[in-house]
Nanobody, 115 residues
Framework: QVQLVESGGGLVQPGGSLRLSCAASGSILSIYAMGWYRQAPGKQRELVAT???????NYADSVKGRFTIARDNAKSTVYLQMNSLKPEDTAVYYC?????????WGQGTQVTVSS
C-alpha cells in the first residue's frame, strides 16, 4: 500500500520560511504528477501547487511567487519551499497525486503563521 508522509511544518512568524517534505513509498513519483494541498480550519481542502513527472510546475494565485514545489524521484520525495509566509497560509498541508487517484491521504503537517 502506498503511503505518503508529510513533515517540516511548524510555527513561524509572518514573513518567515518553511520547507515541507513528502516522502512517498512505492513508485508513485515516477508515475504521477504530484501536488501539495492545504486545509485551513473550517475550509475545504485546496490545491496549492503541482509538479509533473517532467518537472513542470503550477501554483495557486494565492502562493505564486512565494512557494516553490520540487521533486526528487530518486529519493521519492516532493518538497514545498514556502517563503514570505502570511497568517492566511496557516493550514494542515498534505501531498498527494494530481489529479487525485485512489491513494489515501497522509496525516499532513501543520503550518501555523503567527506573531
Amino acid at each position: 500500500q502506498v503511503q505518503l508522509v508529510e513533515s517540516g511544518g511548524g510555527l513561524v512568524q509572518p514573513g518567515g520560511s518553511l520547507r515541507l517534505s513528502c516522502a512517498a513509498s512505492g513508485s508513485i513519483l515516477s508515475i504521477y504528477a504530484m501536488g501539495w494541498y492545504r486545509q485551513a480550519p473550517g475550509k475545504q481542502r485546496e490545491l496549492v501547487a503541482t509538479i509533473t513527472s517532467g518537472g513542470g510546475t503550477n501554483y495557486a494565485d494565492s502562493v505564486k511567487g512565494r512557494f516553490t514545489i520540487a521533486r526528487d524521484n530518486a529519493k521519492s520525495t516532493v518538497y514545498l519551499q514556502m517563503n514570505s509566509l502570511k497568517p492566511e497560509d496557516t493550514a494542515v498541508y498534505y501531498c498527494n497525486t494530481y489529479p487525485r487517484v485512489a491513494i489515501t491521504w497522509g496525516q499532513g503537517t501543520q503550518v501555523t503563521v503567527s506573531s
